[in-house]
């Protein structure tokens, strides 16, 4: 994990030879209390107390504990543990409060999407009714009382797989789309993870909880999979990764939230051999065992310099823009379909306090043919782009841009390389 520029992790127990081996590191950990001892910590404080002390006090501070896990999307486990979730959270917490650590250690519990009664459109998000007063409600106010996030697991993989014929491949890996408008409240969405994201805060806002933040402790894509879990390819998996991770590290938020930004992990550090389960179950690491890439995307902004989001032919969009060679570079070009109406305020905004140079698509001017929106803003965006040195996040422009790695031409116009 240094040697990749990880900087946290979530683990899904509390083994002391993998805490100790994050002795010193300065990455951040997140330990999980298993559901198989929820039903304890809630019974007996004594039990809580005693878990802290050998599984976190022990370790800290030399090992970064950040966050503590009660369970694991335990609405959903067989074995009936939700009446348990509150108790055993409320007592690990006092537990942290009597050693003095429960203003550096948070505790939450990680829910699946599956909790949602609605999760489409976005603005109709609501939690499943039988979970509301005897989970959701306390424990979201058991969250905004210790300043702790909800803890969730996003999978757009399970979501586009199961309904692939209606959702765009390209809206599930963060690819250039023309977006999808959330006919409740007029947003539109140029993810399904983001869409994902806005579905639980929607939830949390009918319940007057809009002050609660949230972690997203699984997100990932399959490397491989059955004949029929359709998507699951390394193509996909590192396009969803990758994308996932400029996603977060150029910063902002969701539609619903555009100023909160959001701590995401990716799921699996490592592919799991031994999982019981269709395929995909065995494939969503990141590394194989000996430490080499499944595929090969970055984890840091340093690395963002230099990735692209190679898609193979097959599965790549046609670009109405002649390509010329590229030598390294990028440049950054308008999405004609995200609507005119934004691309119009995109440009506005490039030519006036972006301080982009737009002197050459006034009329008469070298680039003003051909005359169309998509052009003229392609021009904009790409001399702001290359005055601000082609920095991360200075390609985006409210989702209506997006960097190319050879060089656009519209008609005679060609686009400058930096200046």
């Not at 194989?288 to 097959?314: C, M, Q, W």
């Not at 209506?400 to 930096?418: I, L, R």
């Amino acid at each position: 994990m240094k040697s990749q520029g990880i900087e946290r992790v979530k683990v899904y127990d509390t083994d002391p030879a993998v805490l100790k081996a994050l002795s010193g590191s300065a990455i951040k950990v997140v330990v999980n209390l298993p559901n198989e001892q929820l039903s304890n910590a809630a019974k007996r404080p004594s039990f809580a107390n005693a878990w802290v002390l050998r599984n976190v006090v022990s370790h800290y501070p030399s090992t970064a504990i950040e966050a503590i896990a009660i369970g694991n999307e335990v609405f959903v486990d067989t074995h009936n543990t939700t009446r348990f979730l509150i108790s055993a959270m409320k007592n690990i917490h006092q537990a942290l409060v009597k050693y003095k650590l429960d203003d550096t250690i948070k505790v939450s519990s990680p829910v699946a999407l599956s909790a949602l009664q609605n999760s489409y459109p976005s603005s109709a998000g609501s939690f499943r009714p039988d979970l509301i007063e005897p989970v959701f409600k306390p424990m979201l106010e058991f969250l905004r009382q210790t300043d702790s996030s909800l803890m969730v697991n996003i999978y757009p993989f399970f979501a586009y797989e199961s309904n692939a014929n209606v959702i765009s491949l390209d809206y599930a890996l963060f690819r250039e789309n023309p977006g999808v408008v959330d006919a409740g409240n007029g947003l539109r969405y140029f993810s399904l993870f983001d869409a994902q994201i806005d579905a639980v805060f929607a939830a949390m806002s009918a319940l007057k909880y809009d002050d609660v933040k949230i972690t997203v402790t699984e997100t990932g894509w399959p490397s491989k999979g059955d004949s029929n879990e359709v998507g699951a390819s390394i193509e996909n998996a590192a396009a969803y990764n990758g994308n996932l991770v400029r996603r977060v590290l150029t910063g902002g938020g969701t539609p619903l939230r555009p100023h909160e930004d959001i701590t995401v992990y990716l799921f699996a550090l490592f592919n799991e051999n031994k999982k019981f389960g269709p395929t995909s179950e065995r494939n969503f690491g990141l590394f194989y065992p000996n430490e080499k890439k499944v595929y090969n995307i970055p984890f840091t902004v340093e690395g963002l310099k230099s990735y692209r989001d190679h898609r193979s032919p097959a599965t790549g969009g046609e670009q109405r823009v002649s390509r010329g060679p590229s030598n390294g570079q990028t440049w950054c070009v308008a999405s004609a379909q995200v609507g005119k109406d934004k691309l119009q305020a995109a440009l506005d905004y490039a030519c006036g306090e972006g301080g982009a140079d737009c002197h050459p698509i006034q009329p008469g001017s070298t680039c003003f043919d051909p005359n169309t929106l998509e052009s003229h803003a392609s021009f904009a965006f790409n001399s702001y782009y290359q005055k601000k040195g082609r920095g991360i996040g200075t390609c985006y422009f409210g989702g209506t841009a997006y960097v190319v790695s050879q060089q656009p031409k519209y008609g005679k116009c060609e686009f400058p390389t930096g200046y």
